[in-house]
């Protein structure tokens, strides 16, 4: 996984923000969205989880159309930090 998220950052650029999140619940699943702005352009996360299980089933990246941060003169923000 670390060999794949560090190929994304040489094709898209660093981690600038999460531009924004959205969720639902589809067959049994719950699924999560997570558009993010990247220095290059931007990435769209998806995961989804077996429904009451808190289990991880499927996580997907995929490009998306972000304006990127150096367009709008923004100077790149740390990347975040998650708790354990």
Known sequence: MEQSWNSLIVQTGEFDRV??????????F?????????RQGGLIVRAVFDLGLDRLNGLWVAPAQVPRSH?????????PSFPE
């Open 19 to 28: 531009v924004r999140t959205g969720g639902t619940t589809m067959q049994g």
């Open 30 to 38: 719950d699924i999560v969205e997570v558009l993010c702005a990247t």
């Open 71 to 79: 367009d709008r003169g923004e100077k790149p923000r740390r990347t």
